[in-house]
């Protein structure tokens, strides 16, 4: 037999490890600090670190009162019903819940260039088509309703990244609002809020109220430090009722995923500690790189270094691993996660050594 046609889809390629990076080097993963996939620099929260423990002794049950839980703590927090919360196999799965809810074979979505990956991925798994809004402009990347409906074309989905990655820029609730308006009636506009907790912008949540055309995505990869549990959600209208009991999978997060985001959840204290960490790093690498960054909203900065590739192999073989954003479409660009101080303060010192090269 032969596999559908995949010709069109892509790998998605994730940072390397340090381990990889070390083996390749036949080096010591101690020597190297990893600021290349904006994961949590502080680890993940210790009441969540303690959940997950104690979870281990009951994981030969399925998980359906902690997703319950989690669910209930969700809705309580954003202020929506319960079934406005699909929980998912990371924001990513959630992307997927969406594209399963949303997209008949041929649809087609609009997605930032550059952007995060997996948008398209997820459209084309599930027989939809790709359209690209290009979010470069002449002097940044500034974000607008603008760029965006210059590019629509009654696409189904819309996929608006605040803060964006790798650029760092964020939309105004007002521009998701004028996307959403002037788009035609069919069509969605997810609003990606992955970084959502390293902004001071308020979250487009409080839209849903009185639409049914937003969803709202959100993870505990990023603030949370949970990245390898792998549990996203994602928040949608009050109108569409019973539609995640339709598409999700059965048990769409684990009883570790779940018991580990209900006790995050909990610590705000480790949160709060990490965006303050995030915002003196941000400050500190534009301050104190060598080359030009931009206004970050994220958990990272995006720097020109003239030629991205040379940059991150030279900082890599220095110890420091970045992201060369050339598989972005960005190859002058570079993205530095937000270490703790002593890494950051390493890496600006790695790549300000390098530039000078
Ligand atoms: C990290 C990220 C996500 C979600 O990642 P998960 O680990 O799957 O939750 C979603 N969107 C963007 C833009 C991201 O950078």
């Known amino acids: 037999m032969e596999l559908r046609d995949l010709s069109d889809h892509v790998e998605y390629r994730a940072g390397r490890g340090i381990e990889e990076v070390a083996r390749e080097l036949g080096r010591d993963p101690a020597e190297f600090v990893k600021l290349s996939s904006n994961e949590n620099p502080h680890g993940p929260s210790p009441k969540a670190e ?16 902690v997703h319950a839980d989690l669910t209930a703590a969700l809705a309580d927090q954003w202020d929506v019903s319960d079934k406005q919360v699909w929980l998912a196999n990371g924001g990513d799965g959630a992307l997927d819940y969406l594209a399963r809810a949303t997209l008949a074979p041929g649809d087609r979505v609009l997605v930032p260039t550059p952007g995060f990956t997996y948008y398209g991925m997820s459209a084309r798994f599930h027989h939809g088509e790709v359209a690209e809004y290009d979010v470069r402009t002449d002097d940044g990347f500034a974000l607008t309703a603008e760029r965006v409906l210059d590019a629509y074309d009654g696409e189904r989905v819309v996929y608006l990244t605040s803060p964006h990655n790798p650029t760092g820029h964020r939309f105004t609730l007002d521009a998701v609002e004028e996307v959403a308006d002037r788009a035609d ?3 969605l506009v997810v609003v990606d809020e992955a970084y959502g907790e390293f902004t001071d912008a308020p979250s487009a949540v409080s839209l849903l109220d009185e639409r049914d055309d937003i969803a709202v995505l959100r993870t505990f990869s990023k603030a ?31 009883a570790i995923a779940c018991r580990a985001g209900t006790a995050a959840l909990d610590d705000d204290e480790h949160v709060e500690q990490t ?6 790093a941000r400050q500190y690498m534009h301050d104190e790189l060598d080359a030009r960054t931009y206004e970050s909203h994220g958990n990272f900065v995006l720097a020109d270094v003239g030629d991205a590739t040379e940059v991150a192999e030279a900082a890599k073989r220095k110890g ?6 050339s598989s972005f479409g960005l190859p002058e660009h570079v993205r530095i996660t937000c270490g703790t101080r002593e890494e950051t303060e390493r890496a600006v010192a790695v790549l300000n050594e390098v530039l000078a090269e």
């Open 185 to 187: 009636e069919d069509t």
């Open 275 to 280: 965006v303050e960490s995030v915002k003196w």
């Open 50 to 65: 303690a959940a997950i423990r104690e979870t281990a002794s009951e994981v030969h049950r399925y998980p359906k009162a």
């Open 224 to 254: 949370y430090g949970l990245a390898g549990i792998r549990l996203g959600y994602a928040l949608t209208p009050p109108a569409w009722a019973d539609a995640y009991a339709r598409v999700q999978t059965p048990f769409a997060a684990s």
């Open 320 to 325: 420091v691993l970045i992201r060369d954003c």
